[in-house]
């Protein structure tokens, strides 16, 4: 029996501006479980985690905004993740900010020996307290998952890293910081820039990606932050950069990672209705899912 569990993190706390906390419930209101329910035997709404309206604290020995609420969040999410897939099912998150990635991948990984990441995102999200220029989480969970950062994220579940860095592949990179990019470099990560993309082609980009994680990963998580997109086919998100994926190569990437059987949980984030058009962002991103799970145009 094939079966879904959707979890909502509708935490805005790893970044300044507000109203992606409204994301779970925009791509609720693009209708994600109507959708999904017809490609699953069994489908199951969990809810959202609860997160409050809480005041930015900003932690004075590291900077970091909102660091211990969103330790604690993101160990809420990592029990739940962990509890779905105990269940037997498939955990799909829906942020949220870039930031819940923490707390997905850590209930993910304890299930894996060698989790593959696929990162489809505008940005490489690998800063740390050092390298980073404004202290928002969101731009640090990839780095967090490799166990670099404060060990109130990285010791989430006790087990640190959560991924190898040779088992990552990002995909639409487009604007990374210095410090990234030596990390990058240091850690021998794989990335399809848009420069690739734009050469190589969206299939061959994905086929080298699903041969290159295929042997070494025994489970493969997607995060997907919509902001992978060109804002011109996404404009609902908080950090835009211009010159990205369309959203017909981002179709045809799901359905070829649908193909190839290899993705074990996913989670969509950074859909910001307050920053939409007529919820055109949520409402590509369930049409993504629906890409990701099976869903034929024909």
Same mark, same amino acid.
């Given at each position: 029996?094939?079966? /879904? ?8 706390l ?5 109203? !992606? ?5 925009? %791509? ?20 959202? @985690? ?6 930015? !604290?900003?932690?004075? $020995? ?20 962990? $509890? &779905? ?14 930031? &819940?990635? @923490? ?13 593959? *990441? ?34 109130? /994220? ?15 592949v ?7 910081d210095?410090g990234?990019?030596?990390? &990058?470099?240091?850690?021998? @990560?794989? *990335?399809?820039?848009m420069h690739? %993309? ?38 609902? *998100? ?24 290899? @993705? ?6 950074? !859909? ?11 409402? %590509?991103? !369930? ?8 869903e034929?145009?024909?």
């Amino acid at each position: 029996m094939r079966k /879904l569990s959707i979890i909502g993190m509708p935490m805005d706390l790893g970044q300044m501006r507000r109203g !992606v906390d409204m994301g779970p419930s925009a %791509i609720r209101y693009a209708g994600v479980n109507e959708r999904l329910k017809l490609l699953f035997d069994k489908i199951q709404d969990l809810g959202d @985690i609860p997160i409050g309206r809480p005041e930015v !604290v900003i932690d004075p $020995q590291s900077n970091l905004r909102n660091l211990e609420l969103i330790a604690e969040k993101s160990t809420i999410l990592a029990e739940k993740v962990d $509890q &779905i897939i105990q269940s037997g099912a498939f955990p799909l998150v829906l942020g949220g900010d870039h930031s &819940i990635a @923490i707390g997905t991948l850590a209930g993910v990984s304890k299930h894996y020996k060698n989790l593959g *990441v696929i990162w489809y995102d505008a940005h490489g999200d690998l800063n740390t307290a050092e390298t980073s220029p404004s202290g928002n989480i969101h731009g640090m969970p990839l780095a967090v998952s490799l166990g670099l950062g404060h060990s109130l /994220l990285t010791g989430i579940f006790g087990y640190s890293p959560k991924v190898r860095p040779e088992n990552i592949v990002i995909i639409g990179a487009r604007a990374l910081d210095d410090g990234e990019k030596d990390l &990058i470099r240091e850690k021998g @990560i794989k *990335v399809y820039t848009m420069h690739e %993309i734009d050469r190589l082609g969206m299939t061959r980009v994905m086929e080298e990606t699903i041969a290159y994680l295929k042997d070494r990963t025994d489970g493969v998580h997607l995060s997907l932050d919509l902001d992978g997109l060109d804002p011109a086919d996404a404009p609902g *998100v908080g950090t835009p950069v211009i010159g990205g994926i369309s959203y017909r190569e981002s179709h045809l990437a799901m359905e070829m990672l649908e193909e190839s059987k290899m @993705i074990t949980s996913a989670e969509f984030v950074e !859909v910001n209705p307050i920053l939409d058009e007529k919820n055109r962002t949520a409402t %590509i991103a !369930v049409g993504l899912m629906g890409s990701l799970f099976g869903e034929k145009l024909v």
